[in-house]
């Protein structure tokens, strides 16, 4: 399943943040995480990254 992740060169800019239309990129004041479940994968997070750490990452689909 494809998502969003920020990695942990990111230097907390608050680009990302801010034009989330979703609002599903968080912080805890020290560290960005992106809200999985309301992300829609529209990519404007990683447009305005200055340092390009917003990663799409695809994740094999698991079978239960």
Same mark, same amino acid.
């Not at 942990?8 to 020290?30: F, H, L, M, Q």
């Not at 960005?32 to 479940?37: A, L, P, R, S």
């Given at each position: 399943? !494809?998502? =969003?992740?920020? $990695?942990?060169?990111c #230097? %907390? &800019?608050? @680009? +990302?943040? %801010?034009? &989330? /239309?979703? !609002? %599903?990129? #968080? $912080? @805890?004041? !020290?560290?960005?995480?992106?809200? @999985?479940?309301? +992300? $829609? =994968?529209?990519? =404007? &997070?990683?447009?305005?990254? /200055?340092i390009?750490? #917003?990663?799409t990452?695809?994740?094999? #689909?698991?079978?239960?």
């Amino acid at each position: 399943m !494809k998502h =969003l992740e920020i $990695t942990s060169v990111c #230097i %907390a &800019c608050d @680009n +990302c943040r %801010a034009v &989330c /239309p979703e !609002k %599903a990129v #968080i $912080t @805890n004041g !020290k560290e960005y995480y992106i809200e @999985n479940w309301s +992300c $829609t =994968l529209c990519g =404007l &997070c990683q447009e305005v990254c /200055p340092i390009d750490c #917003i990663k799409t990452v695809n994740d094999p #689909i698991q079978f239960k």
